[in-house]
């Protein structure tokens, strides 16, 4: 069930209210929805558990309606008492085999790679898919991004997993096509949508380049 979901992925929006420019976790949410997102994922490193909890539970609500997937990053406590579609967690969070245990497996579990071993690793041990990257510089959206690691790792990831690859890091509308060519079944976005004045019109032409792309 997990798969079949993640199988209709292409566009993955991750929320910033920084970049954004004090635009709120709703309203990014609302704006790339109806840009044709087809993921959301709750990303507020400094917000409190309370404030979290109320803003999942109304993106909860607006994905559920619009269709779209919903994902909780890091937090494996908000993404259970918000009903999301799942949790993202990186290298320095819960084990994988503990978040999955108590994830369950009726939900998505996204683990964070930026090495073959982490990559196998995790699928190994019930990731539903990798996040990958960063592939190129992220211009400053996660302070502990790290170096950008390139294509070649993707590469090397695709040929040795079988669960799906999402690309993040760096990813603009002109980069979008060797991305996908070197194995990214999905491209996370942070700052080529939410820096921009008009989010919607940002992640419509995204949108659009995605699905040329992966149509050729």
């Known amino acids: ?28 949410a609302r704006e790339t929805i109806s840009g044709g997102a087809d993921v959301i994922q709750l990303r507020d490193k400094s917000a409190n558990s309370k404030k979290l909890y109320s803003l999942g539970c109304q993106i909860r609500k607006l994905t559920r309606r619009k269709g779209v ?17 799942g949790l993202h967690i990186g290298q320095n969070d819960l084990p994988v085999k503990i978040a999955r245990k108590w994830l369950g497996y009726n939900k998505i579990l996204g683990v964070s790679a930026t090495t073959l071993e982490e990559a196998v690793i995790a699928e190994k041990e019930g990731a539903d898919y990798l996040g990958v990257g960063p592939i190129y510089e992220a211009r400053n959206t996660k302070s502990d991004a790290g170096e950008p690691l390139g294509l070649a790792l993707l590469q090397k990831i695709r040929l040795q997993c079988k669960i799906p690859l999402v690309a993040i890091g760096g990813i603009q509308i002109e980069n979008i096509e060797e991305v996908f060519q070197a194995g990214a079944d999905v491209v996370a976005i942070i700052s080529a949508i939410v820096t921009n004045e008009n989010i919607t019109l940002a992640t419509e032409a995204l949108k659009r380049r995605i699905t040329k792309v992966v149509n050729k």
């Open 1 to 28: 069930m997990n798969l079949e979901l993640i199988k209709r992925w292409r566009l993955y929006v991750i929320t910033d209210e920084v970049l954004s420019g004090g635009r709120s976790h709703l309203q990014i």
């Open 69 to 85: 997937s919903f994902i909780v990053n890091d937090r494996l406590d908000l993404a259970l008492a918000t009903d999301a579609d």
